[in-house]
Structures are given as C-alpha cells and as structure tokens.
C-alpha cells in the first residue's frame, strides 16, 4: 500500500445507474456544475452559491483528514430526453436480437466444434435480426398500402377516412399514399441506425485486447456495423417492393410491357432480399470468431463504394415499383402469404438457434463447471434462444397490433387471413401467462408461508447485521426474503415469458398448417388475443408518449432502454447507439488526466448499471496504466449486479474469471457495498456465505488475485460486516450520525452515499487504509460522543 503524504487527495469519480439520476444526487449536493465534457457525457461537481466548483468533503482515512473531489459523471441524456429518443422504444424488439448477440455462451480454446457452432449461431441471430426487419415492413405495408390505399381508398369503399373521391380515381395517388409511409420508415430506420456518440477524447483507445481476460474486453465498435446497416434497408426496400407487386406467390397481372416490368421488377426485389440475407450471415463477427478469417472478400464486396451502388438499386426498385402501380387491386394479394412466410422463417431460425445452442452450451460448461451453482450461466448458457424468441414475439405482435388498431379505426378494411391465428396464438398466450402468472404468486406465497411457520424467514445474515436491534432486524429480513427471490428467480420470468407465447403458437400453427379456420369454440381466445395486441401496442405507444413528454413517469421503459443501449450493434445495426463506447473512453480520459498528478488518488465509484461502465473503464485503465499509477486506482461498486446477473447473463463478455482477474489487478483496491434488502444488487467478490458461531464466513476474491476461503468477516465501525472486498450495510441504517446525511427506512436500491460506510470503502479503495478488525463503533447522535472514532 503507498503512504499518503502530504499533497495526498483523492478524486472520487461517481458514475450513476440507469435513468433518473440528476447530477446534485450524483454528487450529493444541492446544486452542481458542469466542469468538462459535451452536454451528452457531463462531468460535474458540486458547487458552492456563485456556481463554481466546490471541494467535496474532507475524507477522514487512517485517523487523518485528506482532501477529496467528488465528480460524477452523467450520462442519462444519451438515452432518454425528446421525441427522437423516445422512438427507440419502438425498436425494443430488435433491441432484444442485438442483446441475445452477446448472451451467447464463450467458445472454449481450441475446440473446432464450439469455434464452428458459434459461427453458426452468430449467423442465425443476425438472420433472425435481419427477418425482424423484414417482417416489421411487411406488417406496415399491410396497413398502409393494403388496408389504407388498396382499400380503405377504393371508389365507393365505406371508410369512415376515406377523403376525396380523386384520391381512388387519380392515377398513382393510391400509390403514394401507400408507399410513402413504407419509405418513410425505412429513412427513419436508416438515420436511426447512423446515430453514434462522438467521443471528446479520441486519443484514448475505445477497447482492450479481446484476448486481455478483463471485464468488457469485447465490447467494442464492429467494423461491419455500416455494411450490415446498408443490408437491413436493402432488405426493406426489396420487401416492400416484393410485397406491393405481388408477393411470394406471383407477380400482379398486366397487359404486355406493363406486365413483364412488374415481374422484372418483383424478381430484382427478392434478389435484393437474398442478397441481403446471405451478406448478414456470411459477414465476420470480430468480437467472435477470428477476425482475420471468414468475411474478408465479403467486407471488400461491401465497401463503400459497393454500398452505394446497391443502396442506390433498392430506392430505385421502390420508385419504379411506385410508377408501375397506376392502379391498385381491390386487395393486396401477396400480403397475406408474405407476412406469412416471413413468420413461419423467422420462428424456423428460432428454433434452430435453439438447437444450436444446446450443443455450444454443453461444450462451454468447462469454462464454469468449477464454479459455484449461484454463479453459472442461467440455463446452463442457454440464455439466448428466449431472448431471440420473445423479440420474434414482440415484434409480430407489435405489426399485428397495430393493424388490428388501425382496422378498427377506419372501420372497413380486411386483413390477411394469418392475423387469425396471430390473435389465436396471443389469446393462447394471454390464457396461459395469467394461469402461469397465478401459479408463480401461489408458489411464492406459499414458500413464504413456510418460510415463516418454520422461522426461516428472518435472514441470519441480518440478524447478525442488526445485531442488538431486533425492530430493524425484523423490517430488514423481511426484505432480504423479497430481495434474494427476485434476485433468483428473475431469469425464470423470462423463461415463462418466452415460453408461453411459445406454446400458444403450437395450436395456431397447427391450424394453418392444415388450412383450418380457427373453430367456433376458440373465437373467445382469439377475441382476447385481439385485446391483448391491442394493449401491447397501446402500451408501446404509450411509453413513446410518457419517455417523450414525461421521462419521469417512465422509468421501467427507461430501464429498459438503458439496460439495452449499453451492448454495441451486433446483431441489428437499428438500435440505440451503444453509449459505452462513449462513457467508458470517456472515464479512462478523465482518470488519466487526474493521476497525472502523482500526488492524486483516483477512485472510480459505480451506483447499479454504472458499476459495469466503472468496472470496465478500470480493466481498460489497467492495461494502459504504468505499474507506479495502477497503484493509484480504485474501484467502489454499489448495488451492483457484477455478480448475480451479468456474468451470468453474458459469460462470454463478463465472465466470472475476468472479475477474478480485475480483482487480482486492484490488490484489494476493489470495494463492493451491498444491502440483502437490495432486489437488483448483491454481492459481488463473494459467495458461499454463511453464518457460524455468530461469523459471516465465506469464500471470494484475494487481495492476491487467487480465489477461496476468506477470513471471518470483521465489524466496520458503522455496524457495516466486511467479507473479502464486501461491505454488507445495515439496512435500515445505524445511527443518525452527527454530520452526515440521515437516510431512514429500509433504502433497498436507493442511496448508497448515505451510508457512513461509504467513506470508508472509497478511503480503502484509495489505499489510504487497511481492512484491520477489530473497530470500535461510531457513536450516533443517540448517544454521547466519548472520544473521536478510530478508523481502521
């Protein structure tokens, strides 16, 4: 451990979570300003009545005051604020196919099989993305050309927006109206995908060696981002042409030339699909498979120039398609079929993917068969089929939605008979995920139940946290019990989600399969699967409106968004720009810039999501930093996740051994503070914990960088149980203590820096000070100070 000595301060660098954080409670202050970066990645500090920066509170560390500056950085305008924003809740769904991208299980060393199987299952996902595309502009050309132009339109139709009667005589004006909508949104999709953050510091690398083993080491820019960007709209435009000439099934019929042009034109569409099909699975991955192998011809074919030139074709097919539809037909006759047919391909490569990835996963679990049962991949590594599934779900389910919506709406119309069993299906689903939903709270109420008549409810853990204070003990193991369920059985709520749908589909594909109509006894199921994607695509819009107008009033799609926005464009080139490639380049600059002062101390302190942006942004300062300023970096995590969710979440990105070696490289720097009452954190360098004889024992992470049984856990001078680099808080707290913010209540997932221990992990975190039991306890404001405490 370095002495401190007398130019000896310590900059804390806070990094808050997910949406919501302003920057006076990031720094803890009643006012704050901006001391660097661009309005979207904002450094600020506290600051004092003229709105200049201010000190930050003396920290007290080894009984002697040392300077400290608190910064934090905020990052919540990258993803929320504005309309432009707040429309990217319309692309959850392939949202969820780009984060199922980094869900895969790793690839072991040396092992063809899983190198092979990888390669396949990241070709798949970006199939499976590429079809969510194309089903997305063939459920809008169902309303738009379809039930409005083709339809609603037509001379003497009886809509209740029928318009002008020139609308239905003049000649391409139907046309328009319906094609326009399609083009529209394809340039939405198209200026969407483009967005990217600009970094302020481009001197610093935006990643790490992927071999390097450090948390994050793959979350990097894919060069292939631009080509496949150019494929999704290619495919766009091919389907909407395909879909307006005719469909699958043939070409619209028309005398001589008009004729032949129209099937000229419906082939060069669907050889703008397969062409874009066949590019997003054969492009390389980088982040992978082996960058220097497989793709390279087909990165030269889609340079920049080549882009152009096919981006240039597809907008051309759409404008010729546009001209050769003088006049619509009554009905669209390959809407239908085409909605159809991209369904049943998009629920077939669902399936594969799931197959595939039984195998990769069987090949993997060498990588974490050692490992503890809490701390394995959820499914065994199988993650990612559900993910990709519910993002097929939605995404039809949203198209269908609407169109049922817009139906009603206009009051005429008649959609494509595979809307039928699109409702039948979600019916099934609605019916069974209100009986799973019943049987999951059943089951919890009564293992509640038992819990409690057998007096296993109450948390040894938190008696021995309120040790002395039997009222908060009983408030606090209350909590831990909620806590610790939603911490365990989360990944079971996605799998049920995935699931349900996943059955009901059983029933309505049967029944297409067979050309039936759904018999007369399921109208009722099929009648409740209309509400439910009436709801569904209320509700998305809904959120559109409130992240829009009220960013406040939607936190759970802001936490969505936010959890989402963090992985690059893998998969699907049409989703939020990743902010991590910004925030974390950005907190290396920053850091660097302060330890170029060999007297400063630098601490990196993450809330929630931002303790995997904090961590990161260590492992990449470690690989950079000379030996003599590493030592001058530490780590703080509080209500993290780095444990319970994302190694297990995405073994292949944050694997436990990367924490293992972050942790290792800190030598103890790395300070970890968790509540049981927390439902979203927990803990993070430990586990197998257990109380004996009155100790919390357990094992975890070495100041040495090695892995096992730890030292019994020590008593922090604020009542706080030090295990390992976990700080286990009281909660509620101890005290109120004189001079320091009181935060009363069971706080769970809220205000961490409320607690008195967190000055001392940021002191240890520091190397201002040692882990050294025993401490005598603070005094509250309870009771009469008798001497100044010592900190250890």
């Known amino acids: 451990m370095l002495i401190p000595g007398p130019d000896t301060r310590v900059v804390e660098l806070r990094v808050h979570g997910v949406q919501g954080t302003t920057p006076q409670s990031l720094v803890d202050a009643v006012a704050a300003v901006d001391v660097a970066g661009d309005g979207l990645g904002r450094l600020v500090r506290p600051a004092d009545r003229l709105r200049r920066p201010a000190p930050g509170p003396v920290l007290q560390a080894a009984g002697r005051p040392v300077p400290r500056v608190v910064e934090g950085y ?20 392939f949202s969820l196919a780009n984060v199922a991208h980094w869900m895969l299980p790793p690839t072991p060393a040396g092992s063809t099989p899983a190198h092979l199987l990888g390669i396949g299952l990241r070709a798949l996902l970006r199939l499976a993305a590429l079809l969510l595309t194309v089903l997305l502009i063939a459920q ?46 394809v340039l939405v999709l198209h200026r969407m995908s483009s967005v990217d953050w600009r970094i302020e510091r481009k001197e610093v690398p935006a990643a790490g060696a992927p071999g390097s083993g450090l948390p994050g080491a793959h979350v990097a820019t894919d060069p292939d981002t631009p080509a496949l960007r150019v494929l999704h709209v290619v495919a766009a435009l091919g389907t909407a042409v395909v879909v307006a000439l005719g469909g699958p099934a043939g070409p619209l019929l028309a005398p001589g030339a008009h004729g032949v042009a129209i099937a000229a034109c419906r082939v060069l569409g669907i050889a703008l699909v397969a062409v874009a099909a066949l590019g997003a699975m054969l492009l390389d991955d980088p982040t992978g498979g082996a960058p220097h192998r497989g793709g390279r011809w087909l990165r030269a074919a889609l340079g920049r120039g080549p882009r152009r030139v096919l981006h240039l074709v597809a907008w051309l097919s759409l404008l010729v398609t546009a001209a050769l539809l003088v006049r619509l037909p009554p009905e669209l006759p390959g809407a239908d079929l085409a909605v159809q047919m991209v369904a049943a391909l998009l629920a077939l490569v669902c399936v594969l993917i799931a197959a595939l990835l039984a195998p990769a996963a069987l090949l993997a679990r060498r990588t974490w068969s050692a490992q503890p049962r809490d701390l394995r991949p959820w499914a065994g590594g199988w993650m990612a089929a559900p993910v990709v599934a ?130 007369a006894w399921a109208r009722p199921v099929v009648a409740f699967g209309v ?38 464009r893998e998969a699907h080139p049409v989703v939020p720009p990743c902010y991590a490639l910004k925030v974390v380049p950005e907190l290396v600059a920053r850091v660097r810039e302060h330890l170029a002062d060999p007297g400063t101390r630098v601490v990196l302190a993450g809330h929630s999501q931002g303790s995997l942006l904090a961590a ?33 979440a995405f073994p292949a990105v944050v694997p436990h051994d990367s924490l293992a070696k972050l942790a290792g490289g800190l030598s103890g720097r790395w300070r970890a503070l968790c509540r049981g009452t927390d439902p979203l954190g927990g803990a993070v360098t430990t586990w197998n914990r257990q109380v004996f004889d009155g100790m919390l024992l357990g094992a975890g992470f070495r100041a040495d960088g090695t892995s096992g049984a730890l030292p019994p856990a020590s008593r922090g001078p604020t009542g706080a149980l030090v295990l390992g680099g976990d700080h286990w808080l009281p909660d509620p707290q101890r005290g109120p203590f004189p001079g320091r913010r009181w935060a009363p209540g069971v706080n769970r997932h809220a205000d961490y820096t409320s607690d008195p221990e967190w000055d001392r992990a940021i002191a240890i975190a520091a190397g201002l000070e040692g882990v050294t039991p025993p401490a005598p306890v603070l005094p509250t404001a309870r009771q009469a100070p008798v001497s100044s405490p010592e900190w250890t």
């Open 74 to 93: 905020v990052w919540g305008r990258m993803t929320s604020g504005g309309w432009a924003k707040a429309t990217w809740a319309l692309l959850f769904p």
């Open 140 to 185: 809008l050309e169902v309303i738009s050309l379809d039930l409005v132009a083709a339809q609603c339109l037509a001379p003497g139709a009886a809509c209740r927006w029928s318009g002008p009667s020139w609308l239905g005589t003049t000649p391409w004006v139907r046309a328009a109206v319906g094609l326009g909508p399609i083009a529209l949104a």
């Open 390 to 519: 519910v993002s097929a779900l939605l995404g039809g389910g949203f198209g269908a939605g609407v169109a049922l919506a817009a139906q009603r709406v206009l009051g005429h119309g008649v959609l494509p008979r595979g809307y039928d069993y699109i409702a039948l299906l979600w019916g099934v689903a609605g019916v069974l995920g209100f009986l799973a939903g019943a049987a999951m709270a059943a089951t919890t109420g009564m293992v509640r139940w038992s819990s409690l008549r057998r007096e296993k409810e109450w948390a040894r853990e938190a008696a021995l946290l309120h040790a002395g204070r039997g009222r908060d003990a009983k408030r606090a193991a209350r909590a831990w019990w909620w806590a610790r369920w939603q911490r365990r059985h989360s990944h079971h709520v996605v799998l049920v989600m995935s699931s349900v749908p996943a059955v009901g589909a059983a029933p309505a594909a049967v029944l297409r399969l067979r050309e039936v109509d759904p018999p």
């Open 531 to 568: 509400l439910v994607l009436a709801v569904l695509a209320l509700s998305l819009l809904r959120a559109v409106y409130l992240a829009a107008r009220r960013p406040d009033k939607a936190r759970q799609v802001g936490v969505l968004a936010d959890l989402a926005a963090f992985w690059p």
């Open 616 to 648: 990161v942004a260590a492992a990449r300062l470690l690989e950079e930093l000379p030996p003599h300023d590493a030592e001058r970096l530490g780590l703080v995590t509080a209500g993290s996740q780095l444990q319970w969710a994302y190694p297990r």
